[in-house]
């Protein structure tokens, strides 16, 4: 598709780079929007969910008579009841023909296979009648033992779904000799062995909760022709089509509506059991009826995500300069595949070689099932494993060859003039610059003054160490081309649609397919349609996340909805200037040749005569004087499928202070310097960052779901759950450097993970290199400082 050159983008005061705050901010600080939970319809019934606490049973008997007893109470609805009609939450990414999928029932009918699964739904007048309700539903258990352990769960012994024989899901491969785009590994780490270096590590991704800050809420009106679902998800789109498929209701009689969302972090990109239960229970009692969940329901059955170990093998010549890459994974899904699932730890498949060269890659994936909650997205989703496992790994090259870290990084990585580079996985990066990025990065740091305040600390013994963390990262977003993702098995397209509604008073209407969920789409899509249009920016209104109004899109994640989602908004009002110059040449008595575009205005070339784009909408809403035969409408709509992942890279530094007393670790300074090319709004790029870096960091020093010996979530509730809040960080420094995305109009790439998936890493680099002098060369996350403190007791201990 040609992209319009003359468009309006030279517009005196270009919107694009613009800080403007967000728009629709206004209505979400100052409670002027309606989230799902604000739902109110005549006649509606609350629900609440009876769920199993054990982690896996068999349920033998359910008894709601007293339950339909209680104050209020309309209907109490179990899985037998609903059986054929509640639909089943879909997994959308098999890995491979073989892959064991169990079958997710919204609610059980007769096998619980982790703690929290829905055993019953009671609906009553009020939210509280019916939690009080689900408290008189018996249910009688037969407890079975359960597997919640990764590495038990490869033995096999104890089965979390004994029909299926086995908790491996899908073993998954890439290999960089057998698609051609390297050599072999074992060779590459025979050789190394012999006279290089061949470096062993295994990582944990511990398990995290997505917690956002809008529990998940659901509100089902089964009662007029077409059913109608608000509900707090990323995904409308995608929930329509897996409700209409998977419970027979034709897709055109269902209309989703995703309000205002707080946050999702790609915890809303699941389709619930809630969700299905809500609606089986809604039909059942022809009644409407809503759900919200509360914040420990919330945190014990949204699904989780990470939760990998990681074992890597990493060879290099004496000179450090890496020659091959083996990553071994065990994943954990939990008690079922989820809507991405195995997917998950896949798209971090081509990650884990990150910025580098080297001749061999090899990675594989076994996903195993254990009976704890699912696991499935959670910001950047697979990417931060990887990008966490990789740069651990350049460390300890580093310090095996007794080098500057970020010198090693600099001998391997793909310099500026190689782009655009092929990588050893197999993906085409189109355009980066990561000397420019970290240059900049070492300079805010101040890196080597930092360097040899550590050795003067090191020298004098002092209690309290200084670490150097590095992370030079790229990643991969911006899900699309959808033909990639079909070649993957992924079951849904990664193209996104928009469409442009030239109003009769110069407003205009964008429709976007994205569903954003904090992100302020409203506001950046308005400045790039302003500028591209050259109309007013609060003349631009944004709708989305209605699938009546905007039937067609495939949602928010993978940081994708800028370079796909607002690249369709461009191509759309690409065509409604060339519809609008029909219009003006005919207006203007010339002939379209010698029409240009510019600032909103169409004007005769070498003259002073001219029309606007609000003088054109209005001629084409009258119809009055169009061209002959031209439909009276410049409206457009477009579609817009990349040929490439989206590469945004950056450099992070991070300085930590470990007390080797207490293992108390404080961070001193953290730098980041990303290149996402194009910034559209750098308000809301920083703010984006800051939300990812402290989710990045958290992970590294205080986040982590813990289970106990029964399959019960102890970190249950946020006392024992420990999410950080500003008060927890210091001030980051920010900045950025920019290499346009070469395949888009805009020259965007993504940001709305990187801060996440580059941070953890900086951090634990920083904290193992303060002490690795005292014999520590890893320390599980989070770092809490009882575990820093024993790791240090420990590496003093080691000869
Ligand atoms: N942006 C920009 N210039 C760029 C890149 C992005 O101005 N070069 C702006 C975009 O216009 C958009 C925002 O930054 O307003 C994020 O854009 P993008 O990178 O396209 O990411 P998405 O909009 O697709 O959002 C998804 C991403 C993901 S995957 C998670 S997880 C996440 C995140 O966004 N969850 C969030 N950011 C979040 N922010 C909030 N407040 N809440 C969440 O749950």
Not at 326 to 332: G, H, Q, R, T, Y
Not at 666 to 679: E, F, H, L, N
Request: glycine content about 10%; overall charge negative; hydrophobic content about 40%.
């Amino acid at each position: 598709m040609t992209i319009t050159e003359d468009r309006a983008a030279d517009a005196p005061t270009p919107e694009i780079g613009k800080a403007r705050t967000r728009k629709e901010d206004q209505r979400l600080i100052t409670g002027r929007t309606r989230w799902t939970d604000n739902i109110q319809l005549p006649g509606m019934l609350h629900l609440a969910m009876v769920r199993s606490p054990f982690a896996h049973a068999t349920v033998t008997a359910i008894n709601t008579d007293e339950a339909k007893k209680a104050p209020g109470v309309v209907g109490v609805v179990t899985g037998a009841d609903i059986k054929d009609v509640q639909g089943v939450v879909a997994n959308a990414w098999p890995l491979n023909a073989e892959q064991k999928t169990p079958n997710h029932l919204p609610v059980v009918v007769d096998h619980v296979a982790c703690a929290g699964e829905i055993v019953a739904v009671v609906a009553a007048r009020t939210a509280a009648e019916a939690r009080d309700a689900a408290e008189l539903v018996d249910v009688d258990y037969d407890e079975l033992p359960a597997v919640l352990d990764l590495k038990e769960a490869v033995k096999d012994e104890v089965l979390a779904h004994p029909d299926l024989g086995t908790n491996t899901s899908a073993v998954w491969t890439l290999d960089s000799a057998a698609q051609g785009s390297g050599t072999d590994v074992e060779d590459e780490i025979a050789k190394a062995r012999d006279g290089g270096i061949v470096i062993e590590r295994e990582f944990r991704q511990q398990r995290l909760i997505p917690a956002f800050m809008e529990p998940r809420s659901t509100v089902c009106d089964p009662t007029g022709e077409q059913m109608t679902v608000w509900t707090s998800t990323q995904v409308p789109h995608i929930l329509r089509f897996l409700v209409a498929a998977t419970t027979g209701i034709p897709e055109s009689k269902v209309r989703i509506i995703a309000p205002d969302v707080g946050g999702g972090f790609g915890g809303k990109l699941q389709t619930t059991p809630e969700e299905f239960a809500t609606i089986a229970v809604a039909r059942r009692l022809g009644k409407p009826c809503k759900y919200t969940e509360t914040r420990s329901e919330s945190l014990l059955s949204g699904h989780h995500g990470r939760d990998q170990w990681q074992k890597l093998t990493l060879a290099a010549t004496k000179e450090g300069r890496v020659t091959g890459l083996k990553v071994e994974l065990l994943a954990d899904l939990g008690a079922y595949v989820g809507v991405v699932g195995g997917g998950v730890p896949v798209l971090g498949a081509w990650m884990f070689n990150s910025i580098y060269k080297f001749a061999a890659y090899h990675f594989t994936v076994r996903t195993l099932l254990t009976n704890k909650t699912w696991v499935d997205a959670y910001r950047g989703a697979g990417r931060p494993e990887a990008t966490f496992a990789i740069e651990r790994m350049m460390d300890e090259l580093a310090a095996e060859l007794g080098r500057d870290p970020l010198e090693v990084r600099e001998q391997n990585w793909i310099t500026h003039d190689e782009f655009p580079f092929t990588s050893v996985a197999g993906m085409t990066y189109d355009s980066g610059n990561y000397e420019a990025a970290t240059a900049k990065a070492k300079e805010l740091f101040g890196y080597d003054e930092l360097r040899a305040e550590q050795k003067r600390r090191r020298e004098s013994n002092d209690p309290v160490q200084l670490g150097i963390g590095i992370s030079t990262f790229t990643e991969m977003c911006g899900l699309a081309p959808s033909r990639i993702l079909g070649a993957l098995n992924y079951g849904a397209g990664g193209w996104e649609s928009a469409s442009i509604r030239m109003l009769a008073t110069g407003k205009v209407e964008v429709i976007t397919g994205v569903s954003p969920h904090g992100q302020g789409h409203e506001t950046a899509w308005s400045q790039i349609v302003a500028d591209r249009l050259g109309v007013p920016f609060e003349d631009v209104e944004v709708l989305h996340g209605d699938t009546q109004t905007s039937p067609r899109g495939m949602d928010t994640y993978g940081s994708r909805s800028l370079v796909v989602g607002a690249e369709a908004v461009v191509r759309a009002a690409d065509k409604v200037i060339e519809k609008a110059r029909t219009v003006a040449a005919h207006l203007l008595e010339a002939s379209v040749d010698d029409i240009e575009f510019k600032a909103g205005t169409f004007g005769v070339k070498g003259t002073d005569k001219g029309v606007s784009m609000a003088e054109i909408a209005m001629a084409a809403w009258t119809g009055h004087n169009l061209p002959d035969g031209f439909e009276p409408s410049i409206d457009a709509d477009a579609t817009f499928d990349p040929d490439n992942f989206s590469f945004p890279h950056g450099t992070h530094l991070c300085a930590m202070e470990v007390d080797t007393e207490t293992g108390a670790t404080t961070m001193r300074k953290y730098v980041c310097v990303d290149d996402i090319g194009t910034i559209i709004n750098p308000l809301i790029v920083e703010g984006q960052v800051h939300g990812g870096l402290v989710q990045g960091i958290a992970q590294a020093l205080w986040e982590g779901a813990e289970y106990d010996e029964q399959g019960t979530l102890v970190t249950g509730s946020f006392v024992d759950y420990t999410l950080p809040t500003s008060a927890d960080t210091i001030s980051f420094i920010t900045d950025h450097t920019t290499t346009p995305a070469t395949y888009t109009a805009l020259g965007t790439k993504g940001v709305g993970e990187a801060g996440a998936i580059a941070s953890t890493p900086a951090v634990v680099n920083a904290i193992v290199d303060a002490v690795r002098p005292l014999g520590v060369d890893d320390i599980l996350m989070p770092c809490t400082p009882e575990r820093v403190w024993k790791a240090i007791q420990k590496g003093r201990s080691v000869p």
